[in-house]
């Protein structure tokens, strides 16, 4: 898939206040500091349309992006915030649940993991609800730069068999990124566009 367009549409904290179009979504979550902007800007080719920044918790809305006229891509706020206050982050985890439960154009939720570190209680955590709620997700391991391939393979590893002991009867779908040499763009790009193509758009309708 060739980006063409990329244009933001809106930013809120409120479910029932994204777009109303029937188009796929396909959201993008993580950890702070995950590398999230860095990689939507990869994917779209372009270099601010997602505010990058040294602090962690930057992304604090819900915000939509229409690529090529025909699909959302949805930039959200990462989980485990290292740096805001308790009611901050329940306000942040409340919205954030409301999107996954109640949205019903989202198509799939592509959760964001920092490939430099063994597997996180806090990723397990989320990928595990995210199961339990049979909401489609992939995984994005990020930064893959940072580390040998030995290692990629090693920590992709550790996943797999965590998820395993969790009841997991195989790794979840994954790619292996990094936005500084835009490995693995061409491979998300291409499935966002097959599941456009095998998808009836008449369910969100």
Not at 48 to 61: E, H, V
Not at 82 to 91: D, F, G, I, L, Q
């Amino acid at each position: 898939m060739k980006v063409n367009t990329a244009d933001f549409i809106i930013s809120n904290s409120d479910v029932s206040k994204c777009p109303k179009e029937p188009l796929p979504e396909y959201s993008f979550i993580g950890r702070s500091n995950v590398g999230k902007s860095s990689l939507i800007n990869m994917l779209t080719g372009r270099n601010s349309l997602a505010k990058t920044s040294g602090k962690p918790g930057k992304t604090q809305l819900i915000n939509h992006f229409k690529i090529n006229g025909n699909w959302f891509l949805v930039d959200l706020p990462g989980y485990g915030y290292a740096k805001v206050s308790k009611k901050t982050k329940a306000t942040f985890q409340k919205f954030i649940t409301n999107y996954f439960e109640k949205r019903e154009q989202l198509v799939c939720a592509f959760v964001l993991i920092d490939i430099r570190h063994d597997a996180q209680k806090i990723d397990l955590e989320f990928i595990n609800y995210l199961g339990e709620r049979e909401i489609p997700f992939c995984i994005i391991f990020t930064k893959a730069d940072k580390i040998s391939p030995r290692k990629i393979d090693e920590h992709v590893e550790s996943y797999r068999q965590q998820l395993i002991e969790n009841d997991w009867e195989e790794m979840p779908k994954h790619f292996v990124t990094s936005s500084t040499h835009a490995t693995g763009r061409e491979e998300l790009l291409n499935y966002i566009d097959e599941v456009n193509k095998n998808m009836n758009l008449q369910s969100f309708s």
